[in-house]
């Protein structure tokens, strides 16, 4: 079904929250020549309307269309079985120069992939883009052999008050350094569609409907930064931390993550 509706406004990446993935899509986005709006609803429950998710991306919403295409990307995992929520970032441990590897595809593996997009919903970090994004990322294989897409974002120190608001402060400071402007809504009533690409979303905010075409896609993530532990990282000083988009060729799921190259640290 295409929307037939007038755009309120037209970007190339819409992020649906301020939160960590939010604004770490947001920045990589805006470092490869995208322009980018980035929605902020006031809290962790309000993402998404009829979302049996609260503060994670529509699983299940009062739009029909909208419900279709997350229970067709999500079909195979059970959700009575997904993982607990994780109280932290996820730290990998990788070399200090992540080498682009060329841009072969390897070998699809549909448990692995399954596996992995649980992985990202469980996620603090964790996101949804609504395409298989080609933005420049490098090709790498951790110690135990497992491929993964990543883009680093920059480097940063986490702080005492902790990893998750540390990296969430500079994200922001990042954010704010490039000219990435917030814009607050109520929540994400529904997606827009032509034939079955996503185009854009439409937001509930004060002055009622918000229609935004994305040229590339939209990126779902989990609503707000609720007070994650610990409070630092045990034992390892204060380590320098690479903040890095990971992903899966083939996927449309990913998590944002500490990357490091101390054996120390994680």
Request: hydrophobic residues 40%.
């Amino acid at each position: 079904m295409t929307w037939d509706l007038q755009w309120d406004d037209e970007v190339d990446v819409v992020c649906t929250d301020a939160g960590i993935a939010g604004l770490a899509g947001a920045i990589s986005a805006v470092d490869g020549g995208a322009e980018v709006l980035v929605a902020c609803a006031p809290g962790p429950d309000a993402a998404v309307a009829g979302s049996g998710h609260p503060g994670w991306f529509p699983l299940r919403s009062g739009d029909t269309e909208t419900a279709t295409y997350f229970a067709e990307l999500s079909g195979d995992l059970d959700e009575a079985v997904l993982p607990q929520r994780e109280d932290d970032l996820p730290i990998r441990q990788a070399p200090e120069a992540v080498a682009a590897a060329g841009r072969r595809i390897p070998p699809f593996v549909g448990s692995q992939l399954r596996d992995w997009n649980a992985r990202c919903i469980a996620s603090p970090s964790g996101y949804l883009y609504t395409r298989v994004t080609d933005w420049t990322s490098a090709a790498m294989k951790t110690s135990d052999g497992d491929a993964i897409e990543v883009t680093e974002i920059g480097a940063m120190t986490p702080g005492a008050g902790g990893i998750v608001g540390s990296v969430l402060e500079w994200l922001d400071a990042e954010a704010d350094r490039r000219g990435v402007d917030l814009y607050p809504v109520t929540r994400l009533e529904r997606l827009v569609f032509d034939e079955r690409d996503v185009i854009g979303a439409v937001f509930t905010t004060a002055d009622g409907p918000w229609a935004v075409r994305a040229r590339h896609g939209v990126l779902f993530c989990r609503a707000g930064s609720p007070d994650f532990r610990p409070p630092r990282l045990p034992g390892c000083g204060d380590p320098v931390l690479r903040v890095a988009l990971v992903g899966k060729a083939a996927s449309r799921f990913g998590r944002v993550e500490l990357v490091t190259s101390d054996p120390a640290v994680g």
